[in-house]
């Protein structure tokens, strides 16, 4: 049977940290997407910043979640 533990988050860590990252890397995304489209006028540069910044922030924020959580010390065994 499996145990249902709590998922235990590294200090200063939210839930949806990951989201958070996924949203501002799709702004970030837009606005270097924007310029290069202003740039060569190719609109389809919008939809791919946007895409990819997303993709690039979540990526980013999971990475740093797991390097946080690698750096806590081991979970203590509860008693069975």
């Not at 939809?47 to 690698?70: K, M």
């Amino acid at each position: 049977m499996a145990k249902n533990q709590p998922s235990r988050l590294p200090p200063g860590r939210q839930p949806y940290d990951a989201l958070n990252g996924l949203r501002v890397g799709a702004f970030a995304g837009l606005a270097l997407g924007a310029v290069a489209a202003a740039v060569t006028r190719v609109a389809w540069f919008l939809l791919i910043g946007v895409v990819a910044g997303a993709v690039i922030g979540y990526l980013w924020e999971r990475r740093r979640i797991r390097e946080d959580f690698s750096s806590l010390p081991p979970r203590d065994e509860p008693d069975a």
